[in-house]
């Protein structure tokens, strides 16, 4: 069995149109180009132009895009994970030296919710993360179960993070993205809806 992998458009051009998309695959497909299927990120230009050139043929989605976004959102959850741990370090050092005053209760109430905002940031960036390596390893790879058994592994892990009692969990792995962008960072519905 041959398999045969291609590259095309990798030139800036001004449009990323459906009649850009046609044109540059016709030219392709004038020099042999001739694939079973392609890949594509989900821009309409690359999709309407694939259409209105091949016709029916599939044009199955990439998932660079996605694991781009997820990495880049994992990169700044921990930034922010870790610039929380930094404030809770400063507030308890001002705290140790307020006590020395006599003064220590007037930081309370900042250090215990310093120490609230690092433990949320904490999990977020921790599910986040734990929720990527998941979708990359397991349900996303190019190599491994056949699709059905990736949606019953899905499943189970849904049921499984439902069956530790955290009211947050939903059925569905959209769900508990949606949650946590509502709850923390805007980056999550770019990666909720890629």
């Given at each position: 069995?041959?398999?045969?992998?291609?590259?095309f458009?990798l030139e800036?051009?001004e449009?990323?149109?459906?009649?850009?998309?046609?044109?540059?695959?016709?030219?392709?497909e004038?020099?042999?180009?001739?694939?079973?299927?392609t890949?594509?990120d989900?821009?309409?230009?690359?999709?309407?132009?694939q259409?209105?050139a091949?016709?029916?043929k599939?044009?199955h989605g990439?998932?660079?895009?996605?694991f781009?976004?997820g990495e880049a959102?994992?990169?700044?959850?921990a930034?922010k994970?870790?610039?929380?741990i930094?404030?809770?370090k400063?507030?308890e050092?001002?705290m140790e030296?307020?006590?020395?005053?006599?003064?220590?209760n007037?930081?309370?109430?900042?250090?215990t919710?310093?120490?609230k905002?690092?433990?949320?940031?904490q999990k977020?960036?921790?599910?986040?993360?734990?929720?990527?390596f998941?979708?990359?390893?397991d349900?996303?790879?190019?190599?491994?179960?056949?699709?059905s058994?990736?949606m019953?592994?899905?499943n189970?892990m849904?049921?499984?993070?439902?069956r530790?009692g955290?009211?947050?969990?939903?059925n569905?792995?959209?769900?508990?993205?949606?949650?946590?962008?509502?709850?923390?960072?805007k980056?999550?519905?770019?990666l909720?809806v890629?």
């Amino acid at each position: 069995m041959l398999i045969q992998q291609s590259c095309f458009l990798l030139e800036e051009v001004e449009h990323r149109d459906e009649t850009t998309w046609g044109y540059y695959l016709l030219e392709a497909e004038s020099q042999g180009l001739n694939p079973d299927y392609t890949i594509a990120d989900a821009g309409s230009g690359i999709r309407a132009g694939q259409k209105a050139a091949w016709g029916e043929k599939p044009c199955h989605g990439d998932v660079w895009h996605i694991f781009d976004q997820g990495e880049a959102l994992c990169r700044n959850l921990a930034k922010k994970a870790q610039g929380a741990i930094t404030k809770r370090k400063k507030l308890e050092h001002s705290m140790e030296l307020a006590k020395l005053k006599g003064k220590g209760n007037k930081l309370s109430a900042k250090l215990t919710q310093a120490h609230k905002n690092e433990a949320i940031l904490q999990k977020l960036a921790s599910d986040i993360r734990i929720l990527l390596f998941w979708l990359r390893n397991d349900i996303l790879s190019l190599a491994g179960a056949e699709w059905s058994e990736r949606m019953e592994l899905m499943n189970f892990m849904i049921e499984r993070e439902g069956r530790r009692g955290n009211p947050a969990m939903t059925n569905r792995v959209v769900e508990e993205l949606r949650l946590r962008e509502e709850e923390a960072h805007k980056g999550i519905k770019g990666l909720r809806v890629a």
